[in-house]
């Protein structure tokens, strides 16, 4: 229930808020497969072969069990001993309901009560002893929770009962029954603790699907991989590969680790990571990442990211602390959380002082019944796990199709967004931007001097913009010189010196603010270039226009069908790019987009964000450049493409690692189902506890006789947490 926000601890127990048994979280850890000799289990080594001793073949050692594991064994074992004491005290109870019952024929009622007491004392003192513990610390921490109310319900039934047997005198006439016994409650106890054991337990079972996507991808991680030494293949444990390391990837195999391809090429499948079906084809230099399968071709990878530091752990730990983090819509349950259990106490004790003033004879009994039915069917953890279940479950979903959520609150506002502002590079497009040509304007420069100047500049930029143009001169056989002075002009280029040259590479702005004028044969060729969605940079040289640089980067294959889908469902999509206004245009003419704006600095793309903020908008922000940073962390929803720069991915709310508009049009309708989820439970949690404890109470008894048995109430307890649970798995299922 995450009762103390997104805090952990480093033993397993149970909630010291709540009482519920902390779940185990999932992580990467060492998964490497060790063996040993079924005779001689003091051998262990990290490889298959023949024990030394007695030369048997070694088999694998099994992983210990999960903590999650061991305390659904633990509650199973409690649960069959609690069932098989509990029982006996159920069938001796109810056999006085039986005329002429033959049980009294053996022996009396009160020896019979004896025997209940007896076989209650494993019930009360082992299986479900924890009950009362729990119980007794929310008390005195004044921390009330589900189990204080249990406990005070089955042990003053259970009190109550051992009272009557050992100061029969003590109590009124009618509380005895037909043969002067004191009439027990030990059935009632014993059955109602027993019941709550089962509901902890089918809760246990339950918690263990909530997190199977990240367990799924837990399992993505190979135990082994196959180190190349001095051109020997050694296979060694996962966890022993070091950052430089070079790997052999062979047909099938996972790739451990991330890194990039050294030498060959191959197919490889990041469905698993991305959610894209289609296998990506690798070659020398390009990303690999940790979890993703190998197609049917061998090749060299070095390791960059090992551990915690790949990708995978990485989609592990934001799961998991997505999963832990609260969403808005949760005050409302902590609220009503807060007052719960003192409110159902009062209740309690209320319905007792009714039902001994006007209920009917034998009144002490019916208001002693009705009293614990009242603590004993309501349930503050069903509306407490409202809210946290949806979200674990929705969250690993999101994982599973490659869209990341940070936190819950994300996760609820995205479906609260009317308006989507969208980057052109690497958000609309492929942001891969190539060098279509490169137009040189002065004669005493050629274009291969050119060439130089543009490669010596931009080596020293990360924009992929400069990237291209690097990769252009490096098919060239070009080599950047040194460059001093470089600086990067936010939203307009760079400059810097080299070979004694003063450099300007960028847009129409950077030339402005530098006082440079534009020959009006180069602007007219640039405008052309940008009719046909070129983005177009300039170089100038000593402050004189040198040349025109012509980059193209194709739209995403995606990118129409998810503008359509996100348009469907009444968002608006703004593209706001710092391109020049005809490249911007033929862009949103393609994409039949019919709101855009060009030219946009940082600072402006964050005014746009704050004017549609100020006139009610809820806006989502999706880029993925350094520049994009500002207006992702302004919007109310930050989405960053997976394929961007890590401060955009730190900025961001939800990160698609596929890196295309589909994520966005995903990522809303999962964000839908969770909160329409959410929303289920909070109803069944509140109106379960509305209606259930005043027909506990006797509600319906003046009028139709009905009255609700302790037992019954608590089976019902029991049920509406583990339904709240189930409704949440109904995520799982959802298409997205």
Known sequence: MHCEGEKTYDKPGDCPVCGMDL???????????????????????????????????????????????????????????????????????????????????????????????????????????????????????????????????????????????????????????????????????????????????????????????????????????????????????????????????????????????????????????????????????????????????????????????????????????????????QKLADRISAWFVPVVVLISVLTFIAWTIWGPEPKYVYALVNAIAVLIIACPCALGLATPMSVMVGVGKGAQHGVLIRNATALQRMSEVDTVVVDKTGTLTEGKPKVIDLIPFLEDIPTRQLTQYLVSINAQSEHPLAAATVDFGAAQGIIPTPAQDFQAITGRGVEGRTEGKYILIGNDSLLLQNEITLPEEMAALANQHRQQGRTVSFIAVDGKPAGILIIGDEIKKTTASALKTLSDEGVNVIMLTGDNELTAQSVANELSLKNFKAGMLPQDKISVIRELQGSGHVVAMAGDGINDAPALAQSDVGIAMGTGTDIAIESSGITLLRGDLQGIAQAKALSHGVMKNIRQNLFFALIYNTVGVPVAAGILYPVFGILLSPMIAALAMSFSSVSVIANALRLRNIRL
């Open 23 to 329: 779940v185990e979280e999932a992580g990467l850890v060492s998964t490497a497969v060790q063996y040993t000799c079924p005779m001689h289990p003091e051998i262990i080594q990290d490889t298959p072969g023949a024990c030394p001793i007695c030369g048997m073949d070694l088999v694998p050692v099994s992983p210990a069990p999960s903590a999650e594991t061991k305390n659904y064994q633990i509650l199973l074992r409690k649960f069959i001993i609690s069932l098989v004491f509990t029982l006996p005290i159920f069938l001796i109870a109810m056999s006085e309901m039986i005329p002429n019952n033959p049980l009294f024929r053996i022996m009396d009622q009160s020896r019979w009560n004896w025997v209940q007491f007896f076989l209650s004392l494993p019930v009360v003192f082992y299986t479900c002893w924890m009950f009362f513990e729990r119980a007794w610390r929310s008390i005195i921490t004044w921390r009330l929770n589900m189990f204080t109310l249990i406990g005070i319900g089955a042990g003053v039934a259970w009190l109550f009962s051992v009272s009557a047997l050992l100061f029969p005198g003590f109590f009124p006439a009618q509380f005895t029954s037909h043969t002067g016994a004191v009439h027990v409650y030990f059935e009632a106890a014993t059955v109602i603790l027993t019941l709550v054991l089962l509901g902890q337990l089918l809760e246990a079972r339950a918690h263990s699907q909530t997190n199977t996507a990240v367990k799924a991808l837990l399992q993505l991680a190979p135990n082994s991989a196959i180190r190349v030494e001095h051109s020997i293949e050694v296979t060694v444990p996962i966890d022993q590969i070091e950052v430089g390391d070079l790997l052999r990837i062979k047909p099938g195999d996972k790739i451990p680790v991330d890194g990039r391809i050294t030498e060959g090429s191959g197919a490889v499948d990041e469905s698993m990571i991305t959610g894209e079906p289609i296998p990506a084809t690798k070659n020398i230099g390009d990303k690999l990442t940790a979890g993703t399968l190998n197609g049917n071709r061998s090749f060299l990878m070095k390791a960059e990211k090992v551990g915690s530091e790949t990708l995978l752990a990485h989609i592990i730990q934001l799961v998991n602390e997505a999963g832990r983090s609260k969403a808005p819509i």
